[in-house]
């Protein structure tokens, strides 16, 4: 089994995912890389996801600049969109991210 992680050569760092479903969020999307929050339709099947991308709770101290955060929501996906969607989260910030020690 290949992952994405194999895939795309990512450094190892830290990249959380959850799902949550309503009502309950015991995983907390929010404060995750990237969260999904299932949708069901009118016969209470799954229809995709509400998709949450950049909390953190990473801080680090004395350092202003970095702050905890809950994360954004970013719209509606199918289920068949999820994983494309969740790796283009995750290659935004094997691009973009602040890998310094």
């Known amino acids: 089994m290949v992952t994405l992680f194999d ?14 479903v309503p009502p309950t969020n015991d995983v907390d999307v929010f404060t995750n890389d990237v ?3 299932a949708i069901v339709d ?3 099947k ?8 950049g ?12 702050y905890p955060r809950t994360g954004s ?7 068949e ?4 969607v969740a790796e283009k989260i995750m290659l935004v910030q094997r691009d973009n991210g602040n ?3």
């Not at 909390?55 to 970095?66: I, L, P």
Request: charged share 15%.
């Open 7 to 20: 895939k795309y050569l990512i450094p190892f760092f830290q990249f959380k995912i959850a799902i949550a």
């Open 35 to 37: 969260g999904f929050i």
């Open 42 to 44: 009118e016969d209470g």
């Open 46 to 53: 799954l229809a995709g996801f509400n998709v949450t991308a």
């Open 55 to 66: 909390g953190g709770m990473g801080v680090t101290h004395g350092n202003k600049k970095t």
């Open 73 to 79: 929501i970013l719209g509606f996906v199918t289920t």
């Open 81 to 84: 969109q999820s994983i494309v």
């Open 99 to 101: 890998r310094a020690e």
